[in-house]
C-alpha cells in the first residue's frame, strides 16, 4: 500500500503555530476516522500524540491537536517550545491492509 | 503502567533466523491486539505484522509474508516474531506495539510501543 504524503520538514519559532499535513485518499484517510499522529524523538520510541483524528491520549499537552478535512488530516501544534522539536508521523486505517499505512514523517525544526 | 519490552535482536547474516519476544505488564494482554512496526536506519516507520488479542487472525506486510511468523503467548504476556530466509532489507529497530482499541483492529492505531530492538542482517 502507499504511504501516506507529509511535507519532509516544517519549521517554526518559539510561540509561534505550525501545521503537518498528511495526505491520503477515500481508501484510508478520507474514508476512516482512524487517524493517529505520532512524535518521535532521534533514538527514541515513537510516542502516540493524537488518535481518531483529534483525541489527546492522557498526558499529551493541549497544544498538540489534530483535524481532518476529506482526504487530508492535520496536526497543529501552537506555542511552539524547543522539546517539539522531533519527526511527526502520521497513520491511517486502509481499506487495503488491515495493518494500516504510514506517512512518509515530517522533520520538525524549532528555530 | 503499560510496558512492552522486546528482546533478541542481533547480528545475522543473510538467509539467516532471529525470533523476537515482546513481554508486555500493565494491561489485559489478551484483550488486545498487537504489531510490529520497523524503522530502516534513518527512515520512515513500517507496519510489519499483527496479530488478534486471541490469536487467531495475524496479518503481514507484503514484503515479509511468507518470511516471518508472528505469534503470541497470552498465558506469559508475551508477542513473538519469528523472522526467517533475513535479507539486507530487513535492518531495522523493530518495536512492538498495542492496539489502542479493545478488540480492534492494528491499522485503527497503537498507543504504547516498546523501546525497540535492533535487527542487522549483513555478512
Known amino acids: 500500500q502507499s504511504a501516506l504524503t507529509q511535507p519532509a520538514s516544517v519549521s517554526g519559532s518559539p510561540g509561534q503555530s505550525i501545521t503537518i499535513s498528511c495526505t491520503g485518499t477515500?481508501?484510508?484517510?478520507?474514508?476512516?476516522?482512524?487517524v493517529s499522529w505520532y512524535q518521535q524523538h532521534p533514538g527514541k520510541a515513537p510516542k502516540l500524540m493524537i488518535y481518531e483524528v483529534s483525541n489527546r491520549p492522557s498526558g499529551v499537552s493541549n497544544r498538540f491537536s489534530g483535524s481532518k478535512s476529506g482526504n487530508t488530516a492535520s496536526l497543529t501544534i501552537s506555542g511552539l517550545q524547543a522539546e517539539d522539536e522531533a519527526d511527526y508521523y502520521c497513520?491511517?486505517?486502509?481499506?487495503?491492509?488491515?495493518?494500516?499505512?504510514f506517512g512518509g514523517g515530517t522533520k520538525l525544526t524549532v528555530l | 503502567e503499560v510496558q512492552l519490552l522486546e528482546s533478541g535482536g542481533g547480528l545475522v547474516q543473510p538467509g539467516g533466523s532471529l525470533r523476537l519476544s515482546c513481554a508486555a505488564s500493565?494491561?489485559?494482554?489478551?484483550?488486545?491486539?498487537m504489531s510490529w512496526v520497523r524503522q530502516a536506519p534513518g527512515k520512515g516507520l513500517e507496519w510489519v505484522s499483527a496479530?488478534?488479542?486471541?490469536?487467531?487472525?495475524?496479518y503481514y506486510a507484503d514484503s515479509v509474508k511468507g518470511r516471518f511468523t508472528i505469534s503470541r503467548d497470552n498465558s506469559k504476556n508475551t508477542l513473538y516474531l519469528q523472522m526467517n530466509s533475513l535479507r539486507a532489507e530487513d535492518t531495522a529497530v523493530y518495536y512492538c506495539?498495542?492496539?489502542?482499541?479493545?478488540?480492534?483492529?492494528?491499522?485503527?492505531?497503537?498507543?504504547?510501543w516498546g523501546q525497540g530492538t535492533l535487527v542487522t542482517v549483513s555478512s
Open positions: 500493565g494491561f489485559t494482554f489478551s484483550s488486545y491486539a
Open positions: 496479530i488478534s488479542g486471541s490469536g487467531g487472525s495475524t
Open positions: 497513520s491511517s486505517y486502509t481499506s487495503s491492509s488491515t495493518l494500516g499505512v
Open positions: 477515500s481508501s484510508d484517510v478520507g474514508g476512516y476516522n482512524y
Open positions: 506495539a498495542k492496539v489502542i482499541l479493545l478488540r480492534a483492529a492494528a491499522g485503527t492505531g497503537v498507543d504504547y
